[in-house]
């Protein structure tokens, strides 16, 4: 499946995602769409590698041939990636240092409607729903909508409850709204469900501080 892990995740220093520039939209977010021409050269730089196979990210006869492969590969969901990947700017454009309030929740509510588009058009069991359910959270915890975060958390936890990340995400959560101890309980949960108990682990150092 695409690896989203490296553009999120590096080390444990850098859990959450690394943001550098930013840039200022001019059209609403139910209007926004983005042409290739809209993002600079870093804010591609931050984004999943396989974005540039994706609907108006997508250049030349090799472009396209890859386009096509992951449609095949990963179905109609892949038709709507690109979504995806105009969220994931907005969320860089939102966590710039020098964005005002009114820009962030701008950018904010433009990436939230970018994931529901596409998980609103995916099948079920479209191999990103995972991540973009994810960063969906993250985007709503950021907008301090801390009980709509904690519901779609919990949800996917229960979905994905094999996903370290999933409890890593859902501790954020109960930690935001200041509760350590929901915190630490849900990190604790997902000893005994999650396949990857490195990953687990190194959820746990990042967020030790605060628990």
């Known amino acids: 499946m695409p690896n989203t892990r490296s553009t999120i995740i590096k080390s444990p220093g850098t859990y959450l995602l690394s943001v550098f520039v930013l840039l200022i939209l001019t059209l609403s977010p139910v209007e926004k769409s983005f042409a290739l021409n ?61 964005t005002s309030a009114s820009q962030r929740d701008y950018f904010l509510k433009s990436a939230i409607m970018d994931f529901d588009y596409v998980l609103e058009r995916a099948p079920e069991n479209f191999v990103l729903r995972f991540d973009i359910n ?15 975060a904690e519901s ?5 936890v229960e979905r994905w ?37 490195d990953r687990l682990d190194q959820i746990r150092s990042v967020l030790a501080p605060s628990l």
């Open 134 to 148: 994810l960063k969906k959270v993250r985007a709503l915890l950021t907008r301090n909508e801390l009980n709509n």
């Open 38 to 98: 809209d993002i600079s050269k870093a804010e591609r730089s931050l984004l999943p590698q396989w974005c540039k196979f994706t609907q108006t990210f997508v250049t030349g006869a090799q472009g396209n041939l890859r386009y096509q492969q992951y449609l095949g590969q990963y179905g109609e969901g892949w038709k709507h990636v690109h979504h995806f990947c105009w969220g994931l700017v907005s969320m860089v454009r939102a966590a710039g240092y020098d």
């Open 161 to 197: 409850s094999d996903r370290a990340d999933a409890y890593g995400l859902l501790a954020e959560v109960y930690l935001a709204a200041k509760a350590p101890h929901e915190a630490r309980k849900a990190l604790e949960q997902g000893v005994d469900q999650v396949k990857d108990k």
């Open 152 to 156: 779609l958390a919990r949800q996917i």
